[in-house]
């Protein structure tokens, strides 16, 4: 399997994101209808890109990338700008801020996508509740989104962190 160029990567990135963001509101929709809507499990696809991605590419071109996808998701599925916006950057910096440990190997990459995927859905949630958009009690958040979330996300992770990793491979 060819790998493409690094310098290549940053011209390819954002579509990848881009989709990613689209395919990840489709998983969950699909996943809530799955379910009834009684577990809301949320795809993550976008933030283990960007975890694979944090390698290869500059902090200042994925935290503006990860603004920038972050408005249109906000625009799109919220419809307030500012939710998602801070959640994705913040999430982003905290991946690069993480980047030696996280990297390591395949484990601690997979346990810090745990983390990230926890910080994401904590601070969206609490964006949420500090601006009184939603009222969420604790106990049904972690049981009916936060877990399945997770379990959800250590799915993507085991079946897609290889050839994402691929993707965004630095040779």
Not at 23 to 49: K, S
Not at 72 to 79: A, M, N
């Amino acid at each position: 399997m060819q790998v493409i160029r690094k310098e290549n990567v940053k011209y390819y990135a954002p579509v990848v994101f881009f989709l990613l963001m689209l395919i990840d509101g489709q998983l969950t929709q699909g996943a809530r209808n799955l379910t009834d809507n009684v577990y809301f499990a949320n795809a993550h696809f976008l933030l283990l890109a960007f975890l694979m991605a944090i390698p290869n590419l500059s902090k200042r071109y994925l935290v503006i990338t990860a603004v920038v996808l972050g408005m249109i998701c906000d625009s799109y599925y919220v419809g307030i700008i500012g939710i998602y916006t801070v959640a994705l950057t913040a999430t982003v910096m905290m991946m690069y801020r993480f980047q030696r440990v996280v990297h390591t190997n395949l484990l601690t990459a997979f346990f810090g996508m745990i983390i990230f995927v926890t910080t994401y859905e904590l601070i969206a949630v609490g964006l949420q509740v500090i601006f009184h958009i939603s009222t969420v009690a604790p106990l049904l958040f972690i049981t009916k989104v936060l877990g399945p979330t997770l379990l959800f996300n250590m799915l993507i992770f085991v079946i897609f962190s290889y050839p994402l990793k691929r993707l965004f491979a630095n040779e």
